[in-house]
């Protein structure tokens, strides 16, 4: 059998946390025959939920869970990572400025940036979930310098990404694994852009129909598509964390741990065929996102076999000039975000 990996969670007490260990320890996340050790950090508030999970899943006897640690101690907790998923972030309460939010999350993701850079593996993979995600990557990606390349540093909107798939295959009524190549783009916020200019629905085995042309054929022409997408689907796909909230009464649990899996599994196995997904990753200028800016854009993996490799980004594509603006408006965010968190100091 081979040598276990490292899974470090970052909020092991909370729900997305619980969501994720049981689905990771069972081998959703990097194959069945793969040995899995697991380390959950959280704060003292948060440890005796953590090591309450840690029994459930010793009792659950997974075979390709070698063990299971519980510690407050970051420098514990990131030992040895080869994948790092920080869940666990301060949430805004009632009243919070955004600046007070973002100051707050510094204060968890500077440290943790440093002791990943210090303790973790060589080839570690980092995944942030915890919000605001990107700046939250931004800042750890900094805070882990020179250690660990900026490149290792991502953040989820395959949340947001599978929510759009969710809604391209309920109106077009096929499965959801029909649909291919849609992308989000920038801040996983409200102000994302779920792009469907270059997706489509697979026909058969070869067949593949853009979904715009699909759309048109179900909707009664191009202008009913372009309208729907603009008023229905971008506002609710961007809104759908709120949706959730108001039908379920409580946050996105399950479906925020399956993204995160499919982000990580994504990555670390590699995209399927020609396909791509959609992963907040730091820019090197590509598609006029400045340089350095963690947003989302449309991404493939071959799989980490070794060091360096992991989500690239697809080049190339065009964008027309309402896809630019609503991508501008979205990285304009970012930059705010960022600005905010150098005007505190912590870059
Ligand atoms: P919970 O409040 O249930 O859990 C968070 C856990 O993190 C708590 O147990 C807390 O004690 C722990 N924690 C706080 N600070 C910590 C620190 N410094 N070190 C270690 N642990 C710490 O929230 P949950 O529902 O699990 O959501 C977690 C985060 O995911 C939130 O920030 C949430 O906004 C974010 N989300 C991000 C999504 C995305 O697509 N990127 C979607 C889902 C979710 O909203």
């Known amino acids: 059998a081979s040598a276990p990996t490292t899974v470090t969670i970052t909020g092991g007490g909370g729900q997305i946390g619980y969501a994720l260990m049981f689905r990771i320890a069972a081998g959703d996340m990097l194959g069945p025959d793969r040995p899995v050790r697991l380390r959950l950090l959280e704060i003292p508030q948060g440890m005796k939920a953590a090591e309450g999970a840690a029994l459930e899943l010793q009792d659950c006897a997974f075979p390709q869970l070698v063990d299971v640690d519980v510690t407050d101690d970051p420098l514990t907790a990131f030992s040895g990572a080869r994948i790092a998923m920080l869940v666990g972030a301060r949430p805004r309460s009632a009243g919070m400025e955004r600046a007070d939010l973002l100051a707050a999350n510094a204060g968890i993701f ?21 919000n605001p995600a990107n700046t939250n990557a931004l800042i750890a990606a900094a805070s882990a310098a020179p250690h660990v390349p900026a490149e ?23 499965p959801a694994g029909d649909i291919e190549d849609v992308t989000i783009w920038g801040n996983h916020s409200a102000s994302q852009f779920p792009d469907v200019a270059h997706a489509y629905v697979r026909e058969g085995v070869m067949e593949r129909m853009p979904v715009l042309e699909a759309l048109a054929e179900r909707l009664g022409g191009t202008e009913q598509a372009r309208a729907w997408l603009d008023d229905t689907f971008i506002p609710r796909v961007a809104r759908r964390g709120a949706e959730i909230i108001e039908v379920r009464g409580s946050s996105s649990v399950a479906s925020a741990a399956n993204a995160a899996i499919d982000h990580v599994r994504d990555e670390q196995l590699g995209t399927p065929g020609r396909t791509w997904t959609s992963a907040a990753v730091v820019s090197r200028g590509e598609y006029g996102v400045p340089e350095g800016l963690v947003s989302s854009f449309p991404v493939r993996s071959r799989g980490v076999r070794s060091e360096g490799e992991g989500y690239e980004i697809v080049e190339g594509l065009d964008l027309d000039d309402r896809a630019r603006r609503l991508l501008a408006a979205s990285v304009d965010e970012l930059v705010a975000e960022r600005d905010a968190v150098r005007a505190l100091g912590v870059l």
Request: aromatic share 2%.
């Open 152 to 174: 290792r540093f991502t953040a989820l909107t395959r949340l947001d990404h599978n929510r759009a798939v969710g809604r391209l295959a309920e109106a077009l009524q096929v």
């Open 110 to 130: 500077g440290p943790q940036g440093r002791a990943i850079g210090a303790v973790a593996d060589d080839d570690v993979r980092v995944v942030v979930v915890g």
